[in-house]
């Protein structure tokens, strides 16, 4: 049974322990035609909740060299992915309807699979023009996940598939991607260690 924060959403259960400020260090390594391009870099992520049942997510990571080059950004939204009912908000700036159907831990807890974990949803915008929409579980301080959708806008470079991995290990939060890109089939691209750096209390990033 889940041992939910009474300050949050019963539905963010699963994911409360990812809630705060995580900083460190990764390691970037991916082919680029008959060259593997390699960086070593700093990333911060953020993740938050504003009393709905979703996080909020940014990542922001920068070359560790002399001049700590901004290398990469990203944002999105975590959630329980279940199907919809009257009482989620939406489409556009419509209200939610009714009384939520997932308001206690015992309704969370009927989504819970027979392996033990959740599904999972998350979807993740980069200003290069790609939004990544991945599927997955949650299961403890364990997150996989794989993109069901890779959209991209006609300036951007070819992107094709992705999966990452997050656990909680020593009270650091590890994670590995791994990205389709380029001409090139799934490939391992980037991993990182990184530490809470903000508390863990709800609504704080």
Not at 105 to 112: A, D, F, G, H, N
Not at 153 to 173: F, N, P, Q
């Amino acid at each position: 049974m889940l041992e939910l924060d009474p300050t949050l959403p019963a539905e963010l259960g699963p994911l409360q322990w990812l809630i705060g400020g995580w900083e460190g260090t990764g390691v970037l390594s991916f082919p680029v035609g008959e060259r593997t391009v390699e960086r070593e870099f700093g990333q911060r992520i953020s993740f938050a909740h504003h009393g709905h049942p979703y996080l909020s997510y940014e990542a922001y990571a920068w070359q560790l060299d002399d001049e700590l080059t901004p290398l990469a950004a990203e944002s999105g939204f975590w959630r329980l992915a279940r199907p919809a009912d009257e009482a989620d908000a939406g489409p556009g700036m419509l209200p939610p309807e009714g009384e939520p159907a997932f308001a206690d831990v015992e309704s969370v807890e009927s989504l819970r699979r027979p392996d033990g974990a959740f599904d999972l949803q998350a979807l993740v915008s980069h200003p290069t023009g790609v939004a990544e929409l991945y599927l997955g579980t949650i299961a403890g301080p364990r997150i996989e996940l794989s993109t069901d959708a890779v959209l991209r806008g006609a300036g951007a470079k070819e992107h094709t598939a992705s999966t990452r991995m997050y656990g909680l290990v020593e009270d650091h939060l590890l994670w590995a991607w791994d990205l389709a890109a380029l001409g090139q089939g799934l490939e391992s691209h980037a991993s990182a260690r990184l530490a809470r750096v903000t508390p863990s209390e709800a609504g704080e990033a």
